[in-house]
């Protein structure tokens, strides 16, 4: 079953992400930064970390919910990049883990994907939770 959960997040120029007040009632989620990690998964593959609020309070519980039980969610990201028109990119099966908070996307391309290390403004669209 997938849970699917609309946010609107704005990342700022230096990569920090904060939560939109409209959401904060209704599967908000404060996500603090996104990055690369120096880390790469066993293919070899640069992984995208997403540091995420720990206080429940403030984070959709569904996102606890995946990382303690390993799950993997679908993440949607609008990257704003000056003088072209918005991009929407998909991060299908990501795998979170639960310790480093590092989120590695199926098809994951770095090279493809400038706008985060560039600290480029990005939104935070979506997240699909499966459970």
Not at 55 to 63: F, G, K, L, M, N
Not at 77 to 100: A, L, Q
Request: aromatic share 8%.
């Amino acid at each position: 079953m997938k849970r699917k959960m609309i946010m609107r997040i704005i990342g700022s120029e230096q990569e920090i992400i904060t939560k939109d007040l409209s959401n904060s009632k209704n599967d908000a989620v404060l996500i603090n930064s996104i990055s690369y990690s120096r880390e790469k998964d066993e293919n070899g593959t640069p992984i995208l970390r997403l540091t995420i609020d720990k206080d429940w309070d403030h984070s959709t519980a569904s996102i606890f919910d995946a990382i303690k039980n390993d799950e993997k969610i679908d993440i949607t990201i609008k990257y704003f990049i000056e003088g072209e028109e918005p991009s929407i990119i998909n991060y299908n099966n990501v795998i979170i883990d639960r310790i480093k908070s590092l989120f590695c996307a199926d098809g994951f391309n770095f090279d493809d994907n400038l706008a985060i290390r560039q600290g480029k403004l990005y939104e935070l669209i979506q997240v699909i939770s499966y459970n």
